[in-house]
């Protein structure tokens, strides 16, 4: 069983960057379309962004398109998220996995990396 183990979140200003990176362990995301998700207080976790198994196909929701840029390494162990001109409504804590809308279930999910963005 694939666990993931993300990284790279933090405190950042209106209009900053980061980069969050999504790690496999046990074996490698290769074969998925992979996603990143985001939960604010309250809310529901969300789909953000998603990458297809060749890198070629990319997803973005309406809310980050144009700031947000996912990627995965060649290796399949590891997909990217760069975030830039960041903005409050972005803080949340942030997950990758499977994306749903292609399989029937979810790998283990992670604890997730939270990026708060400070106004």
């Known amino acids: 069983q694939v666990q993931v183990v993300e990284s790279g979140g933090g405190l950042v200003q209106v209009g900053g960057s980061l980069r969050l990176s999504c790690a496999a362990s046990?074996?490698?995301?290769?074969?998925?379309?992979m996603g990143w998700f985001r939960q604010a207080p309250g809310k529901q976790r969300e789909l953000v962004a998603a990458?297809?198994?060749?890198?070629?196909?990319?997803y973005y929701a309406d809310s980050v398109k144009g700031r947000f840029a996912i990627s995965r390494d060649g290796a399949g162990n590891t997909v990217y998220l760069q975030m830039n001109s960041l903005k409050p409504e972005d803080t949340a804590v942030y997950y990758c996995?499977?994306?749903?809308?292609?399989?029937?279930?979810?790998?283990?999910w992670g604890q997730g990396t939270q990026v708060t963005v400070s106004s």
């Open positions: 996995n499977k994306d749903r809308r292609y399989y029937s279930d979810y790998l283990p």
């Open positions: 046990g074996r490698t995301f290769s074969s998925y379309t």
């Open positions: 990458i297809g198994r060749s890198g070629i196909m990319t």
